[in-house]
């Protein structure tokens, strides 16, 4: 059974432009979410989705976006993108909300310079 | 408000010791769920345990162990005769009720030296 594959890998980008990122859960999951982490910051929640529908959303401002497709794949998409965007973004996805546990992938960094 | 604190930074040990990861959460919700997730150099997280807040029961997987008690809202875990492969930042995290959204631990930093 494929694990959480998310894409690219690896990301370098400028200042003031903006990026998407994938992520496909594992076959049956209908729920993605998406984190950010940096050292200054660690781990924070950035969206969720299920069943195509953004159920919950953390601290982040408007440039943070996010949709989930009807195959249950994400992208995460962030405009303008500034210095301190650089991190690296992990997806996860869950059978079910609650008790079941969440599987990640192996992360997005995104670098801005 | 929920939040987890992780309050060891980084813990060194020499391999075949024994180490405990501390963990202390706190919410007001009466059912809720406690993970501890390993993240090694990759930067996967890998999920490693879960505990439900209505099983206080511990138990032993291996060489990993945890003691959860709500009575301090801690959820240590314990990893016995520690290897040179278990080094890698573990985090411990916190998931509501009918939420997909975990809450985690600032995270541990273990080496094991040989």
């Known amino acids: 059974k494929a694990g959480v594959t998310q894409t690219p890998r690896y990301l370098i980008k400028t200042r003031g432009q903006q990026v998407t990122l994938s992520c496909s859960p594992i076959?049956?999951?209908?729920?993605v979410s998406w984190y950010q982490q940096t050292p200054g910051q660690g781990l924070q929640f950035l969206f969720e989705?299920?069943?195509?529908?953004?159920?919950n959303k953390g601290n982040f401002p408007g440039r943070f976006s996010g949709r989930q497709f009807s195959n249950s794949r994400s992208e995460m998409n962030v405009s303008t993108l500034e210095l301190g965007d650089s991190a690296l973004y992990l997806c996860a996805s869950s059978l079910a909300a609650g008790t079941t546990e969440a599987f990640f992938g192996q992360g997005t960094r995104l670098t801005v310079v | 408000a929920q939040k987890v604190t992780q309050a060891q930074t980084e813990i060194s040990v020499v391999e075949k010791e024994d180490v405990t990861l501390d963990c202390v959460y706190e919410t007001r919700d009466t059912t809720y769920y406690l993970f501890w997730y390993k993240q090694p150099p990759s930067g996967e997280l890998v999920f490693l345990i879960r505990r439900n807040s209505f099983d206080e029961q511990n138990e032993i997987s291996g060489r990993y162990s945890w003691n959860f008690q709500k009575s301090t809202s801690s959820f240590n875990f314990t990893i016995t005769a520690s290897q040179v492969v278990d080094s890698a930042v573990y985090f411990c995290?916190?998931?509501?009720?009918?939420?997909?959204?975990?809450?985690f631990g600032s995270g541990t930093r273990l080496l094991v030296r040989p």
């Open positions: 989705y299920f069943s195509e529908t953004q159920r």
């Open positions: 995290a916190l998931r509501m009720d009918s939420s997909y959204k975990l809450i």
């Open positions: 076959s049956g999951h209908r729920s």
